[in-house]
């Protein structure tokens, strides 16, 4: 189980998180939600270890994060991060030269399924192959906690499904999944709980169904709420 | 960590290659002059192979500072900092690949010298005319040149660790540089400042110490120094990494 | 399949499951997908795919075989019944909606008359 306590992340005078406190459980599948800006990937990037808190903890299964929980945490960046000279099957080598979890046939898989091959440029790619090919290798790690930023962000209806359906192919009792948007709709149906951020701080987190059948409002409703418009991007 | 060194080396080897097809191109020449009797290949080759020695050897540095820099404030971190490795290692593998690397240029380059000094003594019989051969070349360049054959590799050693020492405050101060000083405005500028004034300290540091009496002790302390520095800012480097650096 | 928002999605999965049973689409003690299955079918949480075999099994639509999977009811009765219920619903919205609008329940079963044979006199013309 993952617990933010406090967290508190500042880059020069700007505030990107502030006093955030959050328990991630096994076995769901959260949706955190938020325009840009928002806070969504710094908090992950903390939790992954990229990014260092100002003050505050957070705990994997008890203790700090660091080298030994990057073992078991995945994290997935909305950037392109791979290095230029490397094709697809480079990127997978990596991945398997630094990740014990990492399954070099799942990642084979996971391609065909994408229609990458392994011969691809990363420095090439579109940006929706890309996105692909991020998923793929970050999919094929079977990691315990995956944090997955915008996954869905610039991908054409067709290739979207294929990463939603990859997210729910690694959903598992003992898994938590994390799954960053600003696109409500896409992650409704997909997620049992809500996370809302909002200009740095955590506003609430619900269970998606609970929340209908309590008050029959959807995630997007809640979304209007919070944010005062459709979760579309002004 | 020799997973990481691997990826280290492969990042900067297309400079390396570059630096190897030159070095066969200029020992080409110097040995089509040498056996050919043709003056101006002998003059490319030499030029060639010394600027390719002297440059490939600074340039092998420098190249290591770029990428750090950008393995640090780009988004190509990630690779480094989300694989389950702690800073001491990602920079460790980082200062052996390219301590390693200076070393085995520098060795190389020393080995090719001596190679072709036995090859053209053989050729053209004696040493002393060939040696008076490569004083015209060099003072070409305007290079007045005394050689001390014993002391030759130890200086070079000790040239070699220095700039390794050097390149060791560029780390410190690019770290600085995406830490400390990171959101400030000129903090590129602070961490340049930073790494003179730390060199100007180091060198000043070493004066102080005592003179030994003969230059191979000079320089085997000097070497010694330069190396007991970088480990120190080694050590300070990546703690500042492990804890304060956020990508 | 499209998703109204303010209803659990857990209850449009059962209410899908159910009509395919009606329909015959899914066949009396035919196996069901696995839950893990369910979800990517439906692209749901894996969570609620367990919820609707949970409920769907309280209603006795369907049951569990331990270690073989989950099963549509062998019974047909409970076919039956779950169509008419289905069934009953749909005139309960109805006659709700007419209400709404200030339509009397014999005036809306007029309105049905009249709406059946609309559409007999369209198939009898062709469009």
Known sequence: MLECREVTKKYGRKTAVDGVSLKLEPGRIYAMLGPNGSGKTTLMKMIVGLAKPNSGEILYNGSPVGVASRREIAYMSTEPYFYAWMTAGDVGKYYRDFFEDFSMEQYERLLSQMELTKDLKAKTLSSGMMAKLKIAVTMARKAKIYLLDEPLNGIDLLARDEIVRCVLDAASPDVTLVVSSHLVDELEKVADTAIFMKESHLVSVCGIDEMREQSGKSVADRYREIYGHGGVEQ | MSKLMKYEFRKNLLSKLVLLAFTAVGEAAFLLGLFLKWENGLVIGISTLMICGMFGILYVGIESLVTFHRDLNTKQSYMLFLTPRNSFQILGAKVVENGLTIFLTGLFYALLTFLDFTVAAIRIGRIKEFIDVIKNVLENFSVSVTVHSEDILIVFLAILASWIMTLAIGYLAIVLCATVFAGKRLSGLISFVFFLLLSWGVTSLFNVLPDPETMMMQNLLSMGYSFAIALVLYGITGWVMERKLSV | ?127
Not at chain 3, 47 to 67: D, I, M, P, Q, W
């Open chain 3, 1 to 127: 399949m499209d998703y109204n928002p303010s209803i659990p999605i857990y209850l449009q999965v059962m209410m899908s499951i159910k009509r395919d049973i009606v329909t015959g689409r899914l066949a009396l003690g035919e196996k069901l997908p696995s839950v893990r299955d369910l979800a990517l079918q439906y692209t749901i949480n894996p969570n609620t795919a367990n919820r609707v075999y949970k409920e769907l099994e309280s209603e006795h639509v369907c049951f569990t075989r331990r270690g073989m999977g989950t099963f549509v009811t062998e019974d047909e009765g409970m076919a039956a019944q779950m169509k008419a219920a289905m069934a009953q619903e749909l005139v309960d919205e109805y006659l709700k909606g007419m209400q709404k609008l200030g339509i009397s329940a014999e005036e809306a079963v007029r309105l049905i008359e009249k709406g059946r044979e609309d559409a007999a006199d369209q198939t009898e013309n062709g469009p």
